[in-house]
């Protein structure tokens, strides 16, 4: 027995890994109203039926969930037509992803993704005990021939955000089949699609038809940039033995009571999904086109977020804007962690909120 450790030590590479910082969420002390637009939540709120299921569950709180969640995956599979004996729930897609990482890669596999794709990839390959492999982008989205140049013998996951976060560029589908085409049989291909529902162009795909033709794609899907952020509700469709993988590893009971009856009375008001859309789809273009009036480069984003960019220098910065709009009860989202130390992420938000950062980014820039 080994008695010269004086406590207990993680595995090897645990405390190389630089913990996920979410966005903050509160302003200064003081200011009267907070305006919470960096973690891309749904400025129309959760559905109202999701809201009122949730207080119907609120009673009977003593009782374990399914531990399946069947109906909300058959839930799931109505609304998109799949077969839910292929489908996995999951707190949040976070969890999907990091049951993917545990469950395909071991010490000395590598996994790839690309340089601003969304962080939990790099945290849950390096839990693994894998090499992550971060590929340059070109022009802020995906490079599906840098993807492929840097897949060697020893990869084993490919992780492709489409659309990515923080970018919200996406990579259309035909680019996405190239790099599945391309990738040898046994290297698992990840489409996180966690901003599907927001995109509104001809050749985007999730990745369902794919997902549901090859033995190594799986399509990873969330509820929480519709309106239940806090209720964790995350799915993944693909193959059999995959789903049959993850099942295994899974925590018995890994989506609540709540999340369950949320993410089913939310999958089928669809009039709510529509509304949130609609509105996206409005001020989306309207964010885009005001933020490039002020002369701010604004990455092409098909999210519900874009990704803002300051000009060099001091009193422009981003965090100079940061602390600004933060004093005025309007949170971004700092992406210094993602490659871009002189950018904010700002989630596109309620009417008042997007006209109150344009006005007072306006104000910020005559200063
Ligand atoms: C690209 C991407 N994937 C996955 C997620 C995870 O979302 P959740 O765990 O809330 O489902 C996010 C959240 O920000 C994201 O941006």
Known sequence: MKQDQPRPTPRAGIMDIEAYVPGKSTAPAGVAKVYKLSANENPLGPSPK?????????????????????????????????????????????????????????????????????????????????????????????????????????TR?????????????????????????????????????????????????????????????????????????????????GPAHIVDAINRIRGPFNVNAT??????AAIRDRAHIERSVAHNEKWLAWLSAELTGLGLRVTPSVGNFVLIHFPDGEKHSAAAADDYLSARGYILRRVTGYGFPNALRMSVGTEEANRGVIDALKTFLKS
């Open 157 to 237: 996951i490919v992780f492709l955000a489409n659309p990515n976060n923080p970018t919200g560029t996406y990579v259309p589908f035909q680019e996405v089949r190239r790099l599945h085409a391309a990738l040898p049989k046994n290297v698992l291909l990840v489409l996180d699609a966690a901003y599907a529902e927001y995109v509104r162009r001809n050749d985007y795909e999730a990745g369902i038809e794919l997902a549901g033709s090859s033995e190594n794609v799986v399509m990873t899907r969330t509820f929480s940039k519709l309106g239940l952020g806090g209720a964790r509700v995350g799915w993944m469709y």
């Open 50 to 154: 999701a809201i009122e299921a949730a207080r119907e569950v609120a009673a009977k709180l003593d009782v374990y969930p399914d531990g399946s969640a069947r109906r909300l995956r058959e839930a799931i599979a109505e609304v998109h037509g799949l077969n839910p004996a292929n489908i996995i729930c999951s707190n949040g897609s976070d969890e999907i992803l990091g049951l993917l990482a545990q469950s395909y890669l071991a010490p000395g596999d590598e996994a790839v993704f690309t340089e601003h794709a969304f962080m939990v990839y790099k945290i849950y390959i390096q839990a693994a005990g894998a090499k992550p492999v971060a590929v340059k982008e070109t022009e802020e989205r995906a490079d599906i021939d840098a993807i492929l140049a840097a897949v060697t013998p020893a």
């Open 259 to 264: 999340a369950i009856e949320a993410g089913i």
